[in-house]
């Protein structure tokens, strides 16, 4: 007779015990196992794509990233980490014949260049300047490399800091960078001599040789200061070997990032069309290389273009752009009546491109909500993937995740919104969860079809293993949904905007996946202003966490490094318009606030200062609402130390602990 097999009750659930806790979750910890890939470059013949992968460092005393080179092959399973140092390597360039590897390196100290055979062997440095170098390109024979760097300190200057007596003056005394050759005389490897190109109370910021190697052209500001590239920007020409510059294109707005024609005759650029648009506005422009008027081109659908380059037969460009939720690459004719092609998957995710139209290959990174960035090829003018060439990610197995969908939903005044809802991981139809607001940053941010495993402020996927929804709307004002629409919020900060975010809220209410007892928000920077903004105007939800928020526009103008950024979305100067400035500022409805809110800001932040988050915390704590102020040590605007990134997630999910239940 057969015997059953009666297992005690208790034992049942030990057993099951054990196995959920075994189960892989998504921890901080383990987000951080998703390393960030960048800056692919193809080799001449299109057989090899270089790449950048950055790895936390976390051990003992150190928390920072590292950056190493690898060469993958587009047609074997060919792999490999190119550079091993203690210090980081990055941005790699092929060289016009496929010999080197050119890459910069802080090896040596600063930032140098430096260059290794394809099939390996020593790294040869090829630059040792003081302030180092910022960008870099080969001449089209492969005999020099063009780069920028920034004017040294003078000797007086030097002994000052030393001596500890040295002051700075604000707007004063700028350290402009400036373009300089170096020639590689492989005849005498010992004689690398770096040969000066430009001069003068200018600030190149992006530059492109000439296909007969006789010309430089670059666009500049007339001073290094990042609020400058919203609102100017001009292009130049000058000699390759030194000499006269001549200007190409001089007006107002900025002009910028231009790219000479395979044919060398035109010289295409991005530009706001010849007059400031701080808002956000980048198309599409070509201007013969003798000079004369720009000519538009096409607009592209979101009209903010990263414009790449050219394709070989000078009939078109390649852009990367944000539509909608995705990133893709673009290719736009010349011809005003030719067609704009999608080169590269029309979901998801595709960054860091580089392009080979004459032999036909094109590289990026690309990620989805459910797969991890790796480095992809596809033909040129075929948007479906070819080959994965990567394998970063490849050994980790990927705990369950929370299913994320794209969302869209009708705002109060009509306009059509979209955005991405994350469901809990373990989510069961019919049940509802706790709800997480997370608006991004900008305005002009815009949430994509990303990996939501990866380390970032928000971790999406912990928050989703705790029984959040997470919700995240593109509101007006946001990029990827065309000029108009990113223009929708001018002077209207936190109103047609508001509309839109609690619009999304409700839109999950309705769905019966979210319990409105039970919701939080949050948001770094734009995000931040727009959660500080919620919880003066409405107390439906429990909790908030600020991240370097900015509750006060008048203080923001005057303190911020981008004020023309602000001051172009407020429609002018708070002097002569202080109840715009005060009508879209927390700070003046801070008597309204109720909802236990933290503030979460970088010590060393310029973009939105650390008073800023001080103002709201001093302001809540004053008025007795409940608040907890995070100050992350060392940070700019936003984390850049991998344990204070890791530490981010948890601190807000602690406060959220606090003021909701995740359990129904």
């Known amino acids: 007779m057969k015997k059953t097999l009666i297992i005690p009750i208790f034992t049942v659930f030990f057993l099951n015990a054990i196995a959920q806790e075994s189960e892989l979750k998504w921890t901080p910890e383990f987000c951080m196992n998703f390393k960030s890939i960048n800056s692919t470059s193809l080799s001449p013949d299109g057989q090899h794509v270089a790449y950048v992968v950055r790895t936390p460092v976390m051990d003992g005393e150190k928390s920072e990233y590292l950056q190493q080179v690898w060469v993958a092959s587009v047609k074997d399973q060919m792999n490999v980490e190119y550079t091993k140092a203690d210090k980081s ?96 005389n492989d005849d005498h490897p010992e004689k690398k001599k770096i040969k000066r190109i430009t001069a003068g109370n200018f600030h190149v910021t992006n530059f492109d040789w000439a296909p007969n190697g006789q010309t430089i052209v670059f666009s500049y500001n007339v001073d290094p200061k990042l609020n400058t590239n919203f609102i100017a920007g001009d292009i130049a020409l000058v000699p390759a070997d030194s000499g006269q510059v001549k200007q190409l294109v001089n007006r107002p707005g900025p002009d910028t990032n231009p790219k000479f024609s395979p044919d060398g005759r035109s010289i295409a650029f991005a530009s706001s069309g010849g007059q400031p648009e701080p808002i956000g506005l980048m198309d599409l422009y070509i201007v013969d290389v003798e000079g004369g008027s720009p000519t538009a081109l096409k607009h592209t659908p979101n009209r903010s273009v990263g414009l790449m380059g050219w394709a070989h037969d000078s009939k078109s460009l390649i852009v990367s752009e944000a539509i909608r939720t995705n990133r893709v690459a673009l290719q736009v004719p010349i011809d005003p009546q030719g067609e704009t092609v999608v080169l590269t998957p029309d979901t998801g995710a595709s960054s860091s491109i580089d392009f080979n139209s004459e032999k036909d290959v094109i590289a990026y990174v690309y990620q989805t909500v459910d797969q991890p960035a790796e480095v992809y090829v596809s033909s040129f003018g075929n948007k479906d993937i070819r080959a994965k060439v990567s394998a970063i990610h490849s050994d980790i197995e990927l705990p369950k995740m929370g299913k994320t969908d794209v969302l869209q939903w009708r705002s109060k005044d009509g306009l059509e919104i979209e955005g991405l809802i994350t469901y809990p991981v373990h989510y069961e139809k019919g049940k509802k969860y706790p709800v ?31 029984g959040f929804v997470v919700v995240r709307p593109n509101p007006r004002g946001s990029t990827g949904y065309g000029r108009e629409f990113r223009y929708a919020n001018f002077k209207d900060w936190g109103y047609g905007d508001y509309e ?70 407020m429609g002018g100067e708070f002097w002569d318009d202080y109840d715009t400035f005060e009508k879209h500022s927390a700070m003046y409805r801070i008597s309204n606030v109720v909802t236990p809110t933290q503030v979460i800001h970088g010590e060393k932040d310029l973009r939105v200062p650390f008073t800023q988050g001080q103002e709201f915390y001093v302001a809540l704590k004053r008025r007795g609402v409940d608040t907890e102020m995070l100050v992350l040590p060392r940070t700019p605007h936003g984390p850049r130390e991998p344990k204070l990134l890791m530490a981010v997630s948890p601190r807000i999910l602690s406060w959220f602990d606090k003021y909701i239940n995740t359990k129904p």
């Open 89 to 184: 390597s990055f941005a790699p360039a092929f060289s016009p014949n496929g010999e080197y590897l050119a890459f910069l390196s802080a090896r040596s100290g600063k930032n140098q260049i430096w260059r290794m055979r394809l099939m390996g062997g020593e790294a040869e440095q090829l630059t040792d300047v003081k302030k180092g170098v910022g960008r870099f390109q080969w001449s089209p024979d492969g005999q020099r490399i063009a780069f920028t760097s920034a004017d040294p300190d003078s000797e007086e200057e030097e002994k000052a800091r030393k001596e500890k007596r040295a002051v700075i003056v604000v707007d004063q005394n700028f350290k402009y960078n400036h373009l300089y050759t170096v020639a590689m």
């Open 436 to 466: 997480i607001l997370q608006i991004h940053g900008g305005p002009a941010g815009v949430f994509s079809e990303t990996f939501t495993g990866a380390p970032a402020i928000y971790m999406t996927q912990y928050f989703a293993e705790r």
């Open 500 to 569: 839109d975010v609690m619009s999304g809220v409700d839109k999950v209410l309705e769905m019966g996946i979210g319990d409105e007892d039970r919701m939080a928000v949050m948001g770094w920077s734009y995000g931040g202003y727009m959660t500080s903004f919620l919880v003066t105007k409405t107390n439906r939800f429990k909790a908030a966490s600020m991240g370097a928020g900015l509750p006060n526009l008048v203080s923001m103008t005057t303190t911020t490094d981008i004020p023309d950024y602000l001051v172009g979305h």
